[in-house]
């Protein structure tokens, strides 16, 4: 199996399973000379972390993080920093009950990849799903932190959960704070306490539900991006696309904007400070002809609803049977909860190739936004 592998000078590889002994990544591409520690991840991958509330899946995962190589201690500072040399990042599996797949051995799951898998490569993890399995986020949410300290403090990439199921938030009641304090990543109070009982009916149903996320990057400078075929939009659509469960992908307003004028769609200008205009609204989401505006990047995505649920649906086995599947185990009811980590972890990757990419292509000039060099922050 091959395209692991994400990024062009920001570069990261994950491996493992779902229920194999350990995932990870390896980051190719991280300048040298950026603090970074075990807690600078651990911070991020605690976010994401599974069993924090009965709204997730109850498997207890502690997602500890080992730093295997790239860091060193600067004799200068006393600091451990990055050398500029691959990062292997590990994470432990210490939860597995692959026993609780058994049944379904040889039958697929509908709605999941049992199926292509199988057909694809003639073999397939039926233990959670293996490679298929929203487990394997825990290595992007990991290369995400690192990313984040190739950004700087400049730049900050926040992510919430917008719409659970049909039921939107009410956008005027918008609380970035409020994200921190309810277990669905909600910015609106009233509706994370809605989520709450509307959770908890689907949960003892022995369903699930979908999710739109949103994340908004703020401080990144204008000049990200490459056209034709290196637009900072498509490859922030690309990397979000990639995520496990992951159905659709829109920038700024999105598919809305199809339904609007042109003189309502047109982010309209006006002089501003040293030079750079002042936008008037961000209908595209902080990115015109595939590069940054200076405006925030906005990108939301819809995670589709958990394929494992107790509910019997009509499938076939391997073998060509028909089969009624009802997946037990311990599943995430709405999967698009522990997205918001790692939609964030993936929009940090693909800001932090692209500043790379913005290097190489222009140097340090006037449009080079981080004159200090990476040096530490």
Request: include cysteine.
């Amino acid at each position: 199996m091959s395209h692991n592998t994400f990024g062009h000078l920001f570069r990261v590889t994950t491996f493992g399973e779902s229920h194999g002994p350990a995932l990870g990544c390896v980051i190719d591409g991280c300048p040298p000379m950026i603090p970074l520690e075990a807690a600078d991840i651990q911070a991020e991958l605690d976010r994401r972390r599974p069993g924090q509330s009965r709204f997730t899946t109850q498997r207890q995962e502690p997602d500890q993080v080992k730093i295997l190589s790239g860091v060193f201690v600067d004799e200068a500072t006393g600091r451990q920093v990055t050398t500029g040399t691959p990062i292997a990042l590990l994470i432990e599996n210490v939860d597995q009950r692959s026993k609780d797949y058994s049944e379904i051995k040889n039958s697929y799951r509908p709605g999941h990849a049992d199926f292509t898998y199988d057909v694809k490569y003639g073999i397939r993890d039926y233990r959670g799903g293996g490679r298929s399995s929203a487990r394997e986020t825990a290595a992007r949410v990991a290369a995400g932190a690192v990313a984040r300290k190739v950004l700087g403090s400049g730049v900050t990439v926040r992510g919430a959960l917008v719409q659970m199921g049909p039921h939107a938030i009410n956008r005027s009641q918008w609380d970035w704070d409020e994200v921190s304090r309810n277990p669905f990543f909600c910015p609106d109070s009233e509706a994370a306490a809605f989520y709450e009982s509307y959770l908890d009916g689907l949960r003892k149903e022995g369903s699930s539900i979908g999710a739109v996320l949103e994340i908004v990057a703020e401080g990144v400078p204008a000049g990200l991006g490459a056209p034709i075929y290196g637009k900072l939009d498509s490859d922030l659509a690309s990397a979000l696309m990639s995520i496990n469960a992951v159905k659709g992908v829109e920038i700024g307003d999105g598919f809305a904007a199809a339904a609007l004028r042109g003189e309502e769609n047109a982010d309209e200008m006006r002089p501003g400070n040293q030079g750079a205009p002042t936008f008037l609204s961000n209908h595209a989401g902080g990115v015109l002809g595939g590069i940054s505006t200076g405006q925030p990047v906005v990108a939301r995505f819809a995670v589709k609803p958990t394929s494992s649920i107790l509910t019997p649906r009509a499938s076939v086995t391997r073998h060509g049977e028909a089969a009624d599947v009802s997946t037990k185990g311990r599943h995430d009811p709405c999967v698009g909860i522990r997205a918001v980590p790692v939609g964030e972890a993936m929009v940090a990757c693909v800001l932090a190739d692209h500043v790379l990419r913005h290097r190489g292509q222009v140097g340090s000039g006037a449009n080079w936004p981080f004159e200090r060099g990476f040096q530490p922050i």
